[in-house]
């Protein structure tokens, strides 16, 4: 792969990162409301949700916790981009050539994404604490260890 190649891949994947993030922080944060149980009523709906957030907690409600996720997509699909192409060039051409090398780099884009998931959800459903993602992460460590870092990796692996 040229230089020329590798920087247009990071680029398109820095670019396509950002922008879904932006675009699909928002909802994410009403989805993780919703499935943590921190909804105020289990009626209201993804827009009752959103609505009720807006007027409790401002536009903030929907960005808590986007800086974890806008790392993990800047790296993880800038390593999901460069293993691809890598893996492409080691497999058979073809569909299954394509699957293999597309569950080669998801696992190596796991080790990333399921420690900034963990810190988004975390900040996410401690709406009110008002703790940054380092001091969430200190926290974790402090309690539990390491370990803390890694729940759900498996499952996010095989995702």
Not at 44 to 66: C, D, N, P, Q, W
Not at 85 to 104: F, I
């Amino acid at each position: 792969m040229s230089s020329a190649s590798i920087y247009g891949e990071i680029v398109a994947s820095v670019a396509s990162g950002c922008a879904a993030t932006a675009l699909g922080h928002p909802l994410d944060c009403v989805k993780v409301r919703m499935q943590s149980g921190l909804a105020p009523r289990t009626d209201l709906g993804s827009a009752g949700v959103a609505l009720h957030m807006l007027r409790s907690e401002g536009v903030r409600a929907f960005t808590r916790g986007i800086a974890p996720p806008l790392a993990d997509k800047v790296l993880m699909n800038t390593f999901m981009f460069l293993a691809f192409q890598e893996a492409r060039k080691a497999v058979p051409q073809g569909t299954l050539g394509s699957l293999v090398a597309g569950a080669l780099s998801g696992r190596l884009t796991s080790v990333v994404s399921t420690h900034t998931d963990w810190i988004k959800i975390q900040a996410q459903v401690r709406s009110g604490a008002g703790l940054a993602s380092g001091a969430i992460v200190g926290e974790a460590l402090r309690a539990a260890g390491p370990s803390a870092l890694f729940a759900g990796h498996v499952m996010n692996m095989s995702r």
